[in-house]
C-alpha cells in the first residue's frame, strides 16, 4: 500500500515538472534573430485581433500576428499604406513543437515596420 502511494505521489510530482517546462518553453521571450525561421509572404488583410493583437494573413492563408501592436504604437490604416499586398519578410520564433506565428520583426524590403530584437520593444512607425 506505501509502495503504490508513493508511486503515484512521484508520478504526480514528475508529471508537474514536464508540464512546467512544456508550458515554459512555448512562451516567447525576448525573441533573438538566430531563434527565428525567416519567411517571406504576402499580405493580403490586415485585422485587429484579440488583445490588441494585429493580425496579418497571407496569400496561403495563414494567419501572423504582433502581440499588443495596437499597445505599442502601431496604426492599421498606417500598417496598410504599407505592408498591404505586398511581400513582406517575417521573422517568427522557433519554439519546441514547431514555428510560432508570432511576429518578431516586419520588414518591407529593408524597411524595418516593427522589431522586437533590440533590448527595448520598438515600433518603428512614420
Not at 508513493?6 to 508550458?23: A, D, H, M, R, W
Not at 521571450?29 to 490588441?52: A, L, N, R
Amino acid at each position: 500500500m506505501k509502495k503504490s502511494v508513493l508511486f503515484i505521489f512521484i508520478s504526480i510530482i514528475l508529471l508537474g515538472i514536464i508540464s512546467f517546462f512544456g508550458i515554459k518553453s512555448l512562451i516567447i521571450q525576448d525573441p533573438q534573430p538566430e531563434s527565428c525561421v525567416v519567411e517571406t509572404e504576402t499580405i493580403i488583410k490586415i485585422s485587429e485581433g484579440t488583445s490588441y493583437d494585429i493580425v496579418f494573413s497571407d496569400s496561403h492563408g495563414d494567419h501572423y500576428y504582433i502581440n499588443r501592436g495596437l499597445e505599442r504604437g502601431l496604426n492599421l490604416d498606417s500598417l496598410n499604406a504599407k505592408v498591404l499586398n505586398k511581400r513582406v519578410t517575417l521573422h517568427l520564433p522557433k519554439l519546441w513543437l514547431g514555428t510560432s506565428e508570432h511576429i518578431a520583426q516586419l520588414a518591407v524590403g529593408d524597411d524595418i515596420i516593427f522589431t522586437e530584437f533590440s533590448s527595448s520593444d520598438t515600433a518603428t512607425e512614420d
